[in-house]
T-cell receptor
Framework: AQSVAQPEDQVNVAEGNPLTVKCTYS??????LFWYVQYPNRGLQFLLK??????LVKGSYGFEAEFNKSQTSFHLKKPSALVSDSALYFC?????????FGAGTILRVKS | SQTIHQWPATLVQPVGSPLSLECTVE??????LYWYRQAAGRGLQLLFY??????ISSEVPQNLSASRPQDRQFILSSKKLLLSDSGFYLC????????????FGPGTRLTVT
């Protein structure tokens, strides 16, 4: 079965510093990987996806993610964090005709 | 453009009472529709999904049911709520050809007392 793991419950970073939110995956076949963000008391918003092609994927709000097949990882990154980036981030993989979400990682960016 | 609505935004119901949450999508036709539950502000659990009118797939056996009476309407129901049904319920839709890019509604926070 397809699955993703987000090993960190929470990531803390200072404003202006680079951020990384980790995700590893387990799939049979080629992975279709995604990142979503959830702001407090809101629905999720799609950030970016990896289907095929370049290993570095660019998405919304200046975020990018790096697909690494050998490490089975799909980490979310941003060169310079903003306080407004503070939110809950979900990694997901397409399993059949459904998305399988990780447990989520809280990102806190402090000024 | 497409929009997704959920109501009510918040709901407090006693144990044993019925439940009906509604989700509607505007600006698209024949969307895939999904109900998720998010407990304790973290992980998402897919409850039901639908690829068409009257077509419902259940992911987890539970106290809830779903129906799709119209193309862009998705309803989550229960005959008798349990305390464990409390949570944040999210509806989402996707194009039938792009299952992974899902668009979520604002959610309904249900508290069962």
């Amino acid at each position: 079965a397809q699955s993703v793991a987000q090993p960190e419950d929470q990531v803390n970073v200072a404003e202006g510093n680079p951020l990384t939110v980790k995700c590893t995956y387990s799939v049979s076949g080629n992975p279709y990987l995604f990142w979503y963000v959830q702001y407090p008391n809101r629905g999720l918003q799609f950030l970016l996806k990896y289907i095929t092609g370049d290993n570095l994927v660019k998405g919304s709000y200046g975020f990018e993610a790096e697909f690494n097949k050998s490490q089975t990882s799909f980490h979310l990154k941003k060169p310079s964090a903003l306080v407004s980036d503070s939110a809950l981030y979900f990694c997901a993989v397409l399993g059949g005709n459904k998305l399988v979400f990780g447990a989520g990682t809280i990102l806190r960016v402090k000024s | 453009s497409q929009t997704i609505h959920q109501w009510p935004a918040t709901l407090v119901q006693p144990v044993g009472s019925p439940l009906s949450l509604e989700c509607t999508v505007e600006g698209t036709s024949n969307p895939n529709l999904y109900w998720y539950r998010q407990a304790a502000g973290r992980g998402l659990q897919l409850l039901f999904y639908s690829v068409g009118i009257g077509q419902i797939s259940s992911e987890v056996p539970q106290n809830l049911s779903a129906s799709r009476p119209q193309d862009r309407q998705f309803i989550l129901s229960s005959k008798k709520l349990l305390l464990s049904d409390s949570g944040f319920y999210l509806c989402a839709w996707s194009w039938d050809t792009e299952l992974y890019e899902q668009y979520f509604g604002p959610g309904t926070r249900l508290t069962v007392t």
